[in-house]
């Protein structure tokens, strides 16, 4: 089937050089009467007017400004008697390193950062974003999935410093914006993958240790794979296939039964990096460097379309991205969640530690914004990444997306063949009180493409790991590691 989506595509995680651009507001605040909130994101991370695809919307900024402008809203938010206009500078950065490091020197400041899970430990480690007050965002504690948020969700389960519980959770410093998964997009049919008919590469890559497929040493696969030039995401493979025998044995002895105790058992192997684990990747990599076509920086997504390539280490939202632009020329791609264990990863908004008072109302109301269903729904539609945020609105789209069932004249659902349902009760029931069953009926190769990506299957949760950062010592002993992978000479036939 068609899913196009008409998205734009952004690369989110491996985030390059610090370039600013506001795209809405005024870039100073000489106008008394204004209050800027400045808000600092990732490129291409936010909803965009853009006749041309179909996003008649104005900017999501510019909707925001509208909003906040309403006497009733401005009055909930700031309080009565308040009477200044309220206006946005949104800037846009390429990866969190700079972003980090433009902050924490004070070059920049702003009210409001969005970046990734790692970064969020990082910067609420050094005492640059303050504590959210869960009570002032209602739409992200109403309609954010209990999966991701709350007591047992997902970022709860990660502390911002290991060795010091005290500090608390990213669930205590961030407001979820979107998450994924990182794994492996392939196209079955491609040309070069040799002796292998396009169900056995299906069945290849859906295999429990798909991840070690990359390192075979026979020639199926040989030449057809690019890597993504991004340390930690490769630095996750890598260790994956690395332990890939202590993964199997954890993976059998559970036999079925993936509790919280399993999935702590496979973060903790996921997350090691001491010295001797960063040596062993290393080695790991390097030896990888035999068997694949290159490294990209931000290419991999357009190489697997145009056929460049045939396999790509990819993040979910961009694998969808590809999928459906590669639908468009009847090429059908598909993506792997391997389930010996895979990477699950978190963007999300801080407000910095020197925000107060009415600047601090204004961060609170942005927040409050997006985390509607509605404005979530826009944003998802047109970045292409899953939001934190549940909801009708959110729900709905994704019907509009994968429902697979035909409907007779009073609109019922009937029975069609060749579908399969597809459980996402996990992530839009938010309360308990909700008996509604959020299933979607799709084709069956969606339990391997869009769908997969978009929402991971119920039974992809337990197999997912979050990748703590490292602390400055060993995080710049991963990116020396990965400079020597880098300059260790690729096979001849590469060059």
Request: hydrophobic share 35%; net charge negative.
């Given at each position: ?34 209050l ?18 179909g ?24 309080g009565?008697?308040?009477d ?8 846009t ?48 504690q109403?309609y ?19 060795t ?23 196209n ?9 008919t ?17 390192w ?26 690395t ?5 199997k ?12 105790e ?7 192997i ?17 030896e ?13 997504k ?6 460049k ?45 020197e ?37 009708d ?9 994968y ?6 004249e009073?609109?019922e ?35 391997n ?27 710049n ?19």
């Amino acid at each position: 089937g068609i899913y196009m989506k008409n998205i734009k595509f952004i690369s989110l995680i491996g985030l390059a050089g610090m370039m600013l651009t506001s795209l809405s507001g005024c870039s100073s605040e000489t106008e008394s009467n204004t209050l800027y909130l400045k808000v600092l994101n990732a490129g291409d991370y936010i909803y965009l007017n853009d006749p041309d695809n179909g996003y008649e919307e104005a900017d999501l900024t510019e909707q925001y400004v509208e909003w906040i402008n309403t006497p009733e809203i401005k009055e909930k938010y700031f309080g009565e008697g308040f009477d200044k206009e309220i206006g946005i500078i949104y800037d846009t950065y390429d990866t969190n390193e700079t972003m980090f490091n433009e902050l924490k020197t004070g070059k920049s400041t702003y009210d409001l950062v969005c970046s990734s899970d790692y970064m969020i430990q990082k910067m609420a480690k050094f005492k640059m974003i303050q504590e959210i007050d869960m009570n002032r965002v209602e739409n992200y504690q109403k309609y954010a999935s209990p999966f991701l948020i709350g007591e047992n969700g997902k970022l709860a389960k990660v502390d911002i410093d290991p060795t010091n519980p005290k500090l608390g959770t990213l669930n205590d410093f961030a407001i979820g914006y979107m998450w994924g998964t990182l794994g492996l997009m392939y196209n079955p049919s491609y040309k070069r993958i040799k002796s292998k008919t396009p169900e056995e590469v299906i069945e290849d890559f859906s295999s429990p240790n798909g991840w070690d497929i990359l390192w075979e040493e026979h020639e199926s696969y040989q030449s057809c794979a690019s890597i993504k030039d991004s340390m930690r995401d490769t630095y996750a493979m890598g260790l994956i296939h690395t332990f890939s025998d202590e993964f199997k044995e954890l993976y059998e002895e559970y036999q079925g039964n993936y509790n919280d105790e399993y999935n702590t058992k496979l973060s903790e192997i996921f997350n090691r990096h001491d010295n001797e684990t960063i040596d062993k990747v290393q080695e790991s990599l390097i030896e990888l460097k035999d068997y694949i076509y290159g490294f990209e920086v931000d290419t991999g997504k357009s190489d697997i379309v145009t056929q460049k390539v045939g396999i790509n280490l990819c993040w979910s939202g961009d694998a969808v991205y590809s999928m459906d632009t590669a639908e468009e020329n009847d090429v059908l791609l598909y993506f792997a969640i391997p389930s010996y264990c895979c990477n699950i990863w978190f963007d999300a908004f801080s407000i910095l530690s020197e925000v107060k008072d009415e600047r601090l109302d204004a961060a609170y109301s942005f927040l409050d914004f997006i985390s509607s269903p509605l404005i979530a729904s826009e944003n998802m539609d047109y970045v292409g990444y899953t939001p934190f945020i549940a909801g009708d609105d959110v729900f709905s789209l994704v019907e509009d997306w994968y429902e697979a069932r035909d409907v007779d004249e009073n609109d019922e659902y009937i029975e069609t063949e060749g579908t399969i349902p597809y459980d996402l009760s996990y992530f839009f029931r938010t309360n308990e009180d909700d008996e509604t069953e959020y299933v979607i009926y799709v084709e069956e190769d969606q339990i391997n493409r869009q769908m997969r990506a978009q929402y991971p299957m119920e039974e992809d949760l337990p197999h997912l790991a979050i990748m703590q950062d490292f602390g400055e010592t060993q995080n710049n002993k991963i990116v020396s590691m990965w400079e020597k992978v880098k300059v260790n000479p690729l096979p001849i036939w590469v060059v």
